[in-house]
């Protein structure tokens, strides 16, 4: 059979549509982060305000999270995820509506919005070990994931040009029926089960929990998840704000200038989920090419973030912030697949589990940066305080970090 005539493997249609709905729960997410700027103008918000919806999104993704991993390990990850997308689109579309009637409503309406994005990542990993032959993790990790950098990038700008041809109200509304036809994709282009070689014992596996939860390597992926999440959230929320406040740059600006840090963060990933792959094969360590990740990700990352206050002009900023957000997108080949070094059957429980315990940036670090802003009246401070976090992260996954399997 030559190359032309080879079938289309099954799992390059699963991960691309993976890709896809981590795609639009990004989008649907970020839309608020330019959105609230109009939004503010129209229904008076003060910066603490602004934060607190910016961060309620965090209640409903944290409260379900775990529950979702264990429904995706239960059902598996096609049922769990399509029900998801459903859901969470509705309440994308339920947004403006819900802030045009109070604040209480619109935080309620991003807390369910939150409960039904709370799968993606959980069902996403049940459906690469599935579906993605062992060798190919890190790339396949890397570049579902890596598409919440891609949602970033086509949010950001479109939100600010929608926001400013046909008011703010009108993303939420285009965004969420993208979900809808995601859903019909998926429910009609992925069958159930499995598409590689199933686990040698086909009954249910009880979740070893309390197993988990003594293991060191489980809680360094959480520590570095949590680390990487501080920096991915403050900057997802709060980048078109800086930007407009600290360079006096319009609203669509603020948009562009956001977005192209993620497309960076983009490229950088899946760069790293091949050189991670390619180092496996080569025969180094799991435990070597996580950490060598994580260094460059919250290492590099946070020495970068250390230097934006010093950065008075837009384009040094700009340029900074690129090259932080590249090196921030190298965990996506360290912690973020390691889950199926040290425990491959259990492997979409320990990201709902480190993946709780990542959300909690969602909520403290996006309003703890607005509630910095509003008494320090810069950045410097978020920034410093972002900066520490990666440094801490990055020390302790050096530690604690394994690729060694523990669980099968």
């Given at each position: 059979m030559t190359a032309r005539s080879r079938p289309w493997p099954a799992y390059y249609t699963v991960v691309l549509l993976l890709c896809a709905a981590v795609f639009i729960s990004y989008i649907d997410r970020t839309n608020i982060s330019v959105g609230a700027i109009a939004m503010q103008a129209q229904l008076g918000w003060n910066e603490t305000q602004k934060g607190l919806v910016l961060s309620s999104f965090f209640v409903g993704y944290l409260a379900m999270m775990v529950a979702s991993s264990a429904l995706a390990s239960r059902y598996g990850g096609k049922v769990v995820l399509g029900v998801a997308v459903l859901w969470w689109s509705l309440f994308t579309a339920l947004t403006p509506p819900a802030a045009l009637c109070s604040l209480p409503v619109l935080v309620a309406a991003r807390i369910a919005l939150g409960l039904g994005e709370s799968a993606v990542f959980p069902a996403s990993i049940?459906?690469?070990?599935?579906?993605?032959?062992?060798?190919?993790?890190?790339?396949?990790?890397?570049?579902f994931a890596s598409s919440l950098y891609l949602g970033s990038v086509v949010a950001l700008p479109a939100t600010g040009?929608?926001?400013?041809?046909?008011?703010?109200?009108?993303?939420?509304?285009?965004?969420g029926a993208l979900g809808l036809v995601w859903a019909l994709l998926w429910f009609s282009g992925v069958r159930g089960g499995y598409g590689i070689a199933p686990p040698a014992a086909q009954a249910q596996v009880p979740i070893p929990w309390r197993r988990l939860l003594t293991l060191p390597p489980v809680w360094a992926i959480v520590v570095a998840h949590f680390c990487a999440n501080w920096t991915l959230y403050v900057l997802l929320a709060w980048l078109p704000s800086y930007f407009k406040s600290s360079f006096g740059v319009s609203l669509v600006n603020a948009g562009m200038l956001s977005a192209a840090p993620w497309l960076a963060a983009f490229l950088t990933a899946n760069a790293a989920g091949h050189v991670a792959d390619h180092l496996l094969k080569a025969g180094r360590s799991a435990g070597f090419v996580r950490k060598l990740m994580q260094t460059l990700g919250l290492g590099l990352g946070g020495i970068l973030l250390l230097q934006l206050p010093a950065a008075h002009a837009v384009g040094p900023a700009f340029a900074l912030m690129c090259c932080a957000t590249a090196a921030l997108a190298c965990c996506l080949a360290g912690f973020a697949p390691n889950c199926f070094d040290i425990a491959p059957r259990h492997a979409d429980v320990i990201w709902g589990i480190s993946n709780s315990f990542a959300t909690l940036p969602g909520i403290v670090g996006v309003f703890v940066t607005g509630w910095l802003v509003d008494r320090t009246g810069s950045y410097a401070a978020p920034f410093y305080l972002t900066a520490g976090v990666s440094l801490f992260g990055a020390v302790i996954y050096q530690v604690f970090g394994s690729g060694r399997r523990h669980l099968d």
């Open positions: 049940n459906m690469i070990g599935r579906w993605v032959p062992p060798e190919l993790h890190s790339r396949a990790v890397a570049l040009w929608l926001v400013k041809a046909y008011g703010w109200p009108l993303p939420f509304y285009v965004f």
